[in-house]
T-cell receptor
Framework: KAGVTQTPRYLIKTRGQQVTLSCSPI?????VSWYQQTPGQGLQFLFE???????NKGNFPGRFSGRQFSNSRSEMNVSTLELGDSALYLC?????????FGPGTRLTVL | GQQVMQIPQYQHVQEGEDFTTYCNSS?????IQWYKQRPGGHPVFLIQ?????EVKKQKRLTFQFGEAKKNSSLHITATQTTDVGTYFC???????????FGKGTMLLVSP
């Protein structure tokens, strides 16, 4: 099976812009979670989707949003970008107890 | 929210030396997972522990879950340069796939 894919892999934006990141889970996986990874805060949970429904949400401002489509692909959106949003954004798809992470999208906000 | 604390933050060893990272929680954990992230890579699942006092081995890696289910450890015997990376523990929320990660232990192995 193909692994988790994320697009784009790298992105440079300026403050105030918005961005949409995409994640395709492993075929057959219905749960997708998103994480933000920064040197200072480490890996922090953003949200989790299952069968197109947001099942859980982390402690991030409303500028961070997401959705999941009927084919389990997921997108996350960050509006009004801030410098502090620069991070590696990882998505993971889940099979039973194991989470499989994608390669991530490296977002740089200038 | 409930946190998992991981120590040490960083360790530099000579190839062949052993390495241990510890994960602690102030509350009882239903499970603990361990992940490895190579430099420039993404976290890769290593193992999940769920039973009190559980010990699991994967080649040179030994994982333990404390009797009180409040701590866990990962021990690497005779480190190799391929062990370089950051090791994370994480607890999974019951009923969800959500993971709460420790800050990780970065392991550097010198040949």
């Amino acid at each position: 099976k193909a692994g988790v894919t994320q697009t784009p892999r790298y992105l440079i934006k300026t403050r105030g812009q918005q961005v949409t990141l995409s994640c395709s889970p492993i075929s057959g996986h219905r749960s997708v979670s998103w994480y933000q990874q920064t040197p200072g805060q480490g890996l922090q949970f953003l949200f989790e989707y299952f069968s197109e429904t947001q099942r859980n949400k982390g402690n991030f401002p409303g500028r961070f949003s997401g959705r999941q489509f009927s084919n389990s692909r997921s997108e996350m959106n960050v509006s009004t970008l801030e410098l502090g949003d620069s991070a590696l954004y990882l998505c993971a798809s889940t099979s039973t107890d194991t989470q499989y992470f994608g390669p991530g999208t490296r977002l740089t906000v200038l | 929210g409930q946190q998992v604390m991981q120590i040490p933050q960083y360790q530099h060893v000579q190839e062949g030396e052993d390495f241990t990272t510890y994960c602690n929680s102030s509350t009882t954990l239903s499970n603990i997972q361990w992940y490895k992230q190579r430099p420039g890579g993404h976290p890769v699942f290593l193992i999940q522990l769920v039973k009190s006092g559980e010990v699991k081995k994967q080649k040179r890696l030994t994982f333990q879950f404390g009797e009180a289910k409040k701590n866990s450890s990962l021990h690497i015997t005779a480190t190799q340069t391929t062990d370089v990376g950051t090791y994370f523990c994480a607890k999974r929320e019951w009923g969800y796939s959500t993971l709460t990660f420790g800050k990780g232990t970065m392991l550097l192995v010198s040949p």
